[in-house]
């Protein structure tokens, strides 16, 4: 059994920033999913603004009949699934940010806007409560040692 003192010398160990990172990383499939969600679900970028809608109404139809959860021309970015396929989460420092390594990034983000990257605010929230568990598991880990 642990003394105070041990558990104290433990406490002064735990290093929430620096392992931060790490956890955000192994949570990063999660944050993918979450924002090809809330593109292809509903057509919104990190901070819940509608994405520009298709131009023409014959393709805005064809896509609503491939995809009808976003409303009828509204895009979700997602034609042949490369986009999506490419998606990552990168993490830099004390930030991460979202993107894709699909040959038609940069296109899309200059007709969308690079806020297609990123999570909403209750996407953020779903993240944190992903991270959570990893946090305790790691501050447990750190307490126990």
Do not use: C, H
Not at 18 to 46: C, F, G, H, T, W
Not at 63 to 71: E, F, I, M, T
Not at 107 to 128: C, F, M, P
């Amino acid at each position: 059994m642990a003394t105070i003192s041990k558990y104290a010398s433990n406490f002064a160990k735990i290093d929430i920033p620096s392992q931060l990172p790490k956890l955000i990383e192994e949570v990063a499939p999660e944050a993918v999913a979450y924002n090809q969600q809330q593109l292809y679900r509903s057509s919104v970028d990190r901070f819940g603004k509608s994405l520009k809608q298709y131009q023409s109404p014959s393709y805005a139809l064809y896509k609503y009949r491939r995809n009808p959860l976003p409303g009828l021309g509204k895009p979700d970015l997602n034609l042949t699934g490369t986009l999506y396929r490419g998606m990552y989460l990168k993490v830099t420092g004390k930030s991460f940010y979202l993107g894709s390594n699909d040959v038609k990034e940069t296109k899309v983000e200059r007709k969308y806007g690079k806020d297609i990257w990123g999570l909403t605010r209750e996407n953020k929230a779903r993240l944190s409560r992903d991270v959570r568990p990893l946090l305790m598991g790691y501050i447990r880990g750190v307490l126990r040692a």
